[in-house]
Every structure is written in C-alpha cells, then in structure tokens.
C-alpha cells in the first residue's frame, strides 16, 4: 500500500455546465412547446385592465 496522495481527478470546465443549461433550456422550450400545441389554457388570460371596459385608454 502506498501512502502516496491520489491525483485529483480534472475539474469540470465552463464547456460541461454550458453544455447541461443548453441541454436544460432545449428541455424547457420543447416542454412548453409541447403545452402550447396541446392545448394548453382552456381560458385566457385575464388582465386587471380587461375588468374595467371604461378605463382611460393611453
């Protein structure tokens, strides 16, 4: 048994987590795709401004 350290093994670069938030946002956009094109809301949105139909226009 050597009592020599172990050589670190090499330290993740910028490459590696660029490559996971690419991998991460490409999931996200064709998960909110997918919503989008299957139907996603049944409603839609409804603003604060859509309550009064009298309100200042500007």
């Known amino acids: 048994?050597?009592?020599e350290p172990r050589?670190?093994?090499p330290a993740r670069d910028r490459g590696h987590?660029?490559?996971i938030l690419a991998a991460l946002l490409?999931?996200?956009s064709a998960a909110?795709?997918?919503y989008v094109l299957l139907?996603?809301?049944d409603e839609p949105v409804k603003?604060?401004?859509d309550d009064h139909p009298n309100a200042?226009?500007?």
């Open 32 to 34: 909110t795709l997918a």
């Open 17 to 19: 987590r660029a490559t």
């Open 26 to 28: 490409l999931a996200a």
């Open 56 to 58: 200042a226009q500007g």
């Open 7 to 9: 050589p670190r093994p």
């Open 47 to 49: 603003l604060p401004a």
């Open 1 to 3: 048994m050597s009592t």
């Open 39 to 41: 139907g996603g809301p």
